[in-house]
């Protein structure tokens, strides 16, 4: 097999990096459309993009409208400024929401069409896209060094995962210092985010070794840091390790591929407007015990990293451990399930054919070392909706 590695062009990392983007803007174009949210503008980090941006030579205009989760609505929109104001590079700044519906602006305002239309490569993004700088503001998504979008499309309920080159940005930003400000819950959302990406990218059936070492450094920063990450915001020297993992995570699945926690988790998105870090959170649990069997050598890889007292146990009894550890996780970092979060039961059940179809159809679960059809990934649906991270264990 021939691995590939593919990563933006250039990646600036460490605290008061964000410092460089008017610099690293001006190499790329003279008025910069930036995509942000409103949270980010109260934190004042736009403010100081443009700031930073102006003092390079380069102008700028913003559409700070995204809320929550992408949508095509927000693409469209961001898309309409970018041609009115002519603008030639792209910053996204923010979370995985901003900077994927970056992306998607990017590559539509050179290759044109609709967002849909590249969903499963019906369209491919043939010319350059729009020079985009990525800069997250979690430690969580990866999205700055993915050549991935998760954009839902709101007239069928569909989060749509678009996977290609044209959709790598050419430059990443990441700066420790702008994950501060983040609250505690969304410091735990985007952190087992991060965990899940580099667990899976591990697992899956598209794992190299280049990707093997990006998921198992990010897996190790993770569980070192994540949890005074959660309880000490200031902790920089925690939210560093945070901030690169996830830059490692994102590196990992990126040419690895996610699986079935993924696969199963954007229709939850689409469907039920959960945060995508959250839902990952409550499905980590259920996924991993139902792959044990067919994954436990890799899964005791991972727990031969985070433990330091697995000499005399089996693979199979140090990859339930792991489990088990990530079960704990979840409830110091106040994950809920799915009727924690609020889901009315009977909507739910009504839409397990509509999630499993979907799933099956975002081509994740088919990278899982172990894969479902339709009724088994209705009925592992069911089991997360009331999922109790404390004691259950579930049979694979």
């Known amino acids: 097999m021939v691995s590939v590695l593919q990563i ?6 460490g605290q008061h990096s964000f410092q460089k983007v008017g610099e690293e803007t001006s190499k790329l174009g003279n008025k910069a459309l930036i995509i942000s949210d409103r949270m980010m503008e109260k934190l004042m980090y736009v403010e100081e993009c443009q700031h930073l941006l102006t003092q390079a030579g380069v102008s700028s205009v913003k559409y700070l409208d995204i809320d929550s989760e992408p949508t095509d609505t927000f693409v469209y929109e961001a ?5 009115a104001e002519s603008c030639n590079v792209i910053i996204g700044l923010g979370g995985g929401s901003c900077i994927d519906t970056a992306k998607a602006v990017a590559v539509l305002g050179t290759n ?3 967002i849909s239309d590249y969903m499963n490569s019906r369209k491919i993004a043939q010319k350059s896209a729009v020079p985009l700088i990525a800069i997250p503001t979690t430690a969580g998504t990866g999205s700055e060094a993915t050549d991935v979008t998760v954009i839902t499309d709101i007239a069928l309920d569909i989060k ?3 996977k290609q080159p044209g959709f790598m940005p050419a430059a990443a930003i990441v700066d420790p210092v702008l994950t501060i400000s983040s609250p505690k819950n969304i ?4 952190g087992i985010d991060a965990l899940t990406h580099a667990i899976e990218a591990y697992l899956s ?3 190299h070794p280049f990707t093997d070492s990006l998921a198992l450094t990010a897996i190790g920063h993770i569980m070192e840091s994540i949890r005074d990450a959660y309880h000490q915001p200031q902790n920089i020297k925690a939210k560093e390790k945070m901030s690169l993992a996830a830059l490692q995570a994102g590196m990992a699945f990126s ?7 993924h696969g199963m988790s954007r229709p939850i998105g689409a469907l039920f407007h959960v945060p995508h870090g959250i839902s990952n959170a409550m499905l980590l649990p259920v996924v991993l015990e139902y792959s044990l069997e067919d994954c436990y050598e890799r899964l005791a890889d991972i727990g031969n990293i985070i433990f330091h ?4 146990l089996t693979k199979q009894a140090i990859a339930q451990k792991l489990i088990d550890e990530i079960k704990a996780l979840c409830v110091e970092l106040s994950i809920p399930n799915l009727k924690g979060w609020g889901i009315i039961e009977d909507l739910f059940l009504q839409s397990l054919k509509k999630m499993a179809r979907d799933a099956l159809a975002s081509g994740s679960p088919g990278n899982n070392p172990k894969v479902p059809d339709e009724i088994e990934l209705m009925e592992l649906y069911k089991l997360c909706y009331d999922y109790q991270f404390s004691s259950q264990t579930i049979k694979s």
């Open 160 to 162: 749509m995962m678009i």
């Open 8 to 13: 933006p062009r250039t990646i600036l990392y």
């Open 255 to 261: 040419n690895a591929s996610v699986c079935l926690v």
């Open 79 to 83: 898309l309409d400024t970018l041609k």
């Open 309 to 312: 007292d697995t000499q005399g």
């Open 205 to 207: 059936r598209r794992a």
């Open 187 to 190: 410091t735990a959302a985007t």
């Open 112 to 114: 044109g069409g609709s």
